[in-house]
C-alpha cells in the first residue's frame, strides 16, 4: 500500500488547479443511463470513485473512454440491470444506479451499499421515495430488488430529511416516470443543481432548480437525448486547498473555482482571520497574522457543509483558543480527531461536539487515515507539524482528490508517495 510521506512546517505559494467535482460526476455519470445517445462530459475527475462508477456502468453493458478528463459514454448498449456487491461495497454512489436502471428498464438490483467508516449511511429515503412512485421494493440477500413493470408514476414525495444523493437518484427516476412528481425537501448542494440543468437542457421539463421543492414531468418511459456538458469545479477539493494556505499560513490562489459555491467556507476562513479574494474563476486566499478560534455546525448546503469539517478540526489546532465544531449530518465523522491527538493536538470530543484547544504546536509522526475527508485533513496538519508525518491507508485520499500529491509539490509542499 502507498503512504504519503510529508516534512513540516512548510510554506506554498503559486497557483492551484481544481478539479471537477466528485459528487457531480458521479450522479451525472449514472444520469447517462436515461441517455439513448453517446454524450461527452468534459472536466470530470479521474478519481478512483469515477473509475469505480465507469467500471459497474461497463458491467451493465455501457461503453466509454476517459481521456484526460474527457469522457465519453455511451449507454444505449447497457443489457444487464444487476450492480453486484464486489463493486458496490467499495462505493457506496453506486446506489445512484438505482434510479435510472429502475426508471429506464423497469426493475434492477441493486447491491445494499453497506455503511461506510463515517456512519451507517442508510438508503430508507431513497427506497420509499421509489416505492410512492409505484415501484415494489423487496430486499434479499443483500440485495435491493426493485420491480416497477408498468414503470413508474409520478408522485407527490416529502423527504423525511434532506439526502444529496435521495435527492439525485429520485430526480432521475422521476423525469422518466409518468406524470409529474414533486419533491419537497430537496437538496440544493451544486452537485444536485447541475444534475437538474442537465436534465432540463436535455429535455426534461423541471422546475424549482435550486431550491428545496423540484416539480418534474416524466417523459413516460422514453429515453433521453443527453446534452455534452463540463462538470462544475470540486468546491470540497478547493475549500480544502484554501486550507492548506491558512494552515501554512501562506498565500496560494485556485484557478477554475466556483467561489460562489464555497460561501460558508470563505465565511468561516475569514472570521478565522484570513482574507479571501476573488474573481469569476478564482480565489486567492491570505492567511491570518494570528488565526483566530471557530465555532462551527456542519448542515446541509448552502450551510456549513460536513466534507469540509475534518479540514477546518485541523485548521483549528493552530488557532489560539477553543473551537467547537459539531457535526450534524454523520454518526461517526470525528475519526481524524484520534489521529490529530497523535500529531500533538488537544481536542476534546464529547458526543458529536469537538472542541479544539488550538495553539500548542503539532509535531510530525505516523498517522493513518480512515476515511476519504479525513485523510486530506491529516495532510494539511502535517504540512503545519515539525518533522515528519507518514499518512498510511492514502487509498481513502484517492477516492476524491486528484493528484493531491502532485498539486501540493506544485505549491511547494515537501510530500512524496512511498511503498509501505
Ligand atoms: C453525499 O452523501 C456526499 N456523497 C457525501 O460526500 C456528503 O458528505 C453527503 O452527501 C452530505 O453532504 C456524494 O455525493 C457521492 P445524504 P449522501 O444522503 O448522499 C441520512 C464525500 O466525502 N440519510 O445527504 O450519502 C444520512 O444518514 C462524501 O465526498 C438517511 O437517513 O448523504 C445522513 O445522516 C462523504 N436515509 C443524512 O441523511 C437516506 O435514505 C445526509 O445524508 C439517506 C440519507
Not at 467500471?55 to 451493465?60: I, M, Q, R, V
Not at 423540484?214 to 477539493?237: A, H, S
Amino acid at each position: 500500500m502507498d503512504y504519503l510521506q510529508i516534512q513540516g512546517p512548510t510554506k506554498l505559494s503559486g497557483t492551484v488547479t481544481i478539479s471537477g467535482a466528485k459528487n457531480a460526476a458521479l450522479p451525472l455519470i449514472t444520469l447517462t443511463l436515461l441517455a439513448h445517445n453517446q454524450l461527452k462530459m468534459s472536466n470530470t475527475p479521474e478519481v478512483a470513485d469515477i473509475k469505480t462508477l465507469l467500471k459497474l456502468l461497463g458491467n451493465l453493458g455501457a461503453t466509454y473512454t476517459l481521456d484526460n478528463h474527457l469522457l465519453t459514454i455511451d449507454t444505449s448498449t447497457v443489457n444487464h440491470t444487476m450492480a453486484n456487491y464486489d463493486i458496490v461495497k467499495t462505493m457506496r454512489a453506486s446506489i445512484l444506479v438505482l434510479g435510472p436502471l429502475l426508471a429506464r428498464f423497469g426493475h434492477c438490483e441493486v447491491s445494499l451499499p453497506g455503511g461506510c467508516a463515517i456512519g451507517q449511511r442508510p438508503i430508507d429515503l431513497h427506497l420509499k421515495a421509489m416505492e410512492a412512485m409505484g415501484a415494489t421494493i423487496t430486499i434479499h440477500a443483500g440485495y435491493v430488488h426493485a420491480v416497477a413493470p408498468e414503470g413508474l408514476k409520478g408522485a407527490h414525495i416529502i423527504f423525511d430529511k434532506i439526502t444529496v444523493t435521495g435527492t439525485a437518484n429520485v430526480v432521475m427516476a422521476a423525469a422518466l416516470a409518468h406524470g409529474k412528481t414533486v419533491l419537497v425537501n430537496c437538496a440544493k448542494e451544486p452537485e444536485v443543481v447541475q444534475l437538474c440543468e442537465i436534465l432540463r437542457d436535455s429535455g426534461i421539463d423541471i422546475s424549482g432548480i435550486g431550491t428545496s421543492e423540484l416539480t418534474i414531468i416524466g417523459t413516460g418511459g422514453k429515453t433521453i437525448d443527453m446534452v455534452d456538458f463540463e462538470v462544475i469545479p470540486d468546491r470540497i477539493e478547493a475549500g480544502t486547498y484554501l486550507c492548506a494556505g491558512a494552515i501554512t499560513g501562506s498565500t496560494i490562489t485556485l484557478d477554475k473555482v466556483r467561489a460562489d459555491h464555497l460561501d460558508a467556507v470563505t465565511a468561516k476562513l475569514e472570521q478565522m482571520g484570513c482574507k479571501i479574494d476573488t474573481t469569476d474563476t478564482t480565489m486567492t486566499i491570505h492567511p491570518a497574522t494570528k488565526l483566530k478560534h471557530v465555532e462551527l455546525v456542519t448542515q446541509e448546503y448552502p450551510a456549513f457543509p460536513t466534507d469540509m469539517q475534518a479540514q477546518f478540526l485541523a485548521l483549528a489546532t493552530l488557532a489560539e483558543g477553543a473551537s467547537i465544531i459539531e457535526e450534524r449530518l454523520f454518526e461517526n465523522r470525528f475519526m481524524h480527531v484520534s489521529e490529530l491527538q497523535r500529531l500533538g493536538a488537544d481536542i476534546k470530543l464529547n458526543g458529536h461536539t469537538a472542541t479544539v484547544f488550538g495553539g500548542t504546536p503539532l509535531f510530525g509522526a505516523d498517522v493513518m487515515a480512515t476515511d476519504l475527508r479525513a485523510s486530506s485533513a491529516l495532510v494539511l496538519a502535517a504540512m503545519a507539524a515539525e518533522g515528519t508525518t507518514n499518512v498510511h491507508r492514502i487509498y481513502h485520499l484517492d477516492r476524491g482528490y486528484e493528484n493531491l500529491e502532485q498539486k501540493l509539490q506544485a505549491l511547494g509542499a515537501k510530500i512524496e508517495r512511498l511503498k509501505e
